[in-house]
């Protein structure tokens, strides 16, 4: 990755400012779809127990017996009679997954939640669950050593759907996608520039060095050219000289051909003479 300037990146950033706005646009709508047409809103209805002592009226915090209240609270012998007595269009299963039952650390106070799609349902469940509960732990401990603190709430309000936070949260990750979308889109806008100056650079290096080898042939074209000429010159002389020899070498033939005849000539004078 190519080092950023940041000037020219914020710069990118503005000349795109409408892609920007119409990410985080798109992401505000779909938190609004998601809001209004695909979530389900939740109600939870909750209650408060305490686990006393039958005999002094206090609070025990035997861990285990709370614990054994807990999963007794959660049994089929407890819930499924909530459903049968309600008839409720739904399994054990689908009530036990909505019901959270926990213990406060150190107390003997047990919490009941039951959510539903209905607050009506929800309070009704946890009103069913809660009177369920204290008749079977009373028929198995034969103490009724369970005492209601709170009774079943009813909440109007889903507890799931913050349409505020609903709406900002996809409207701001529609806001980031498209920042880093276009931060690696500048990156490569960036490194396509650099690569087409580098191929700018070597394509005018290219050339230089074409020019330079064109010099270089053209250079020795003229350097051969001088040498086929000198050789030229050099055997047009030798030629030249060839000739003269020829010619000398005849004239001294015949010069020396036209003295023995006149020495025969002057011999044969003298002979008649004698």
């Known amino acids: 990755m190519q080092e950023i300037n940041l000037y020219h990146l914020l710069k990118f950033y503005v000349s795109k400012w409408k892609l ?33 002592n039958p005999v002094d009226k206090t609070a ?16 089929r012998r407890v819930l499924e009679p909530v459903i049968a007595d309600r008839k409720f269009n739904m399994t054990y299963d689908d009530l036990l997954s909505s019901t959270n039952v926990t213990n406060t650390k150190s107390t003997a106070v047990i919490d009941v939640a039951i959510t539903s799609d209905s607050p009506f349902t929800s309070q009704s469940l946890v009103k069913g669950a809660v009177a369920s509960f204290k008749g079977q732990s009373k028929l198995l401990y034969t103490d ?23 709406l900002i949260i996809p409207a701001v990750a529609g806001f980031i996608i498209s920042i880093i979308g276009l931060f690696f889109a500048f990156d490569i806008k960036q490194n396509e520039e650099n690569i087409d100056l580098i191929l700018a650079d070597d394509s005018t290096e290219a050339e230089k060095i074409k020019h330079a080898d064109k010099v270089e042939l053209r250079k020795k074209q003229i350097e051969n050219i001088a040498k086929r000429k000198k050789e030229a010159e050099k055997l047009r002389l030798d030629r030249i000289q060839t000739k003269k020899l020829a010619r000398d070498a005849k004239q001294a033939k015949r010069i020396a051909a036209k003295k023995a005849t006149a020495r025969r000539k002057k011999i044969a004078k003298k002979a008649r003479i004698a």
Do not use: R, W
């Not at 992401?27 to 209650?47: E, H, R, T």
């Not at 709430?153 to 936070?165: E, G, M």
């Open 144 to 166: 009724d050593n369970i005492q209601v603190v709170d009774n079943a709430s009813f909440d109007a309000k889903p507890y799931n759907v913050n349409t505020v936070i609903q």
């Open 60 to 75: 025990t915090t035997d861990i285990t017996l709370i614990n054994n209240y807990i999963e007794l609270f959660k049994s």
């Open 20 to 52: 920007v706005l119409a990410l985080t646009i798109a992401g505000l709508a779909v938190g609004f779809c998601y809001n209004v047409f695909i979530q389900v809103p939740m109600y939870k209805s909750s209650a408060t127990l305490i686990l006393i």
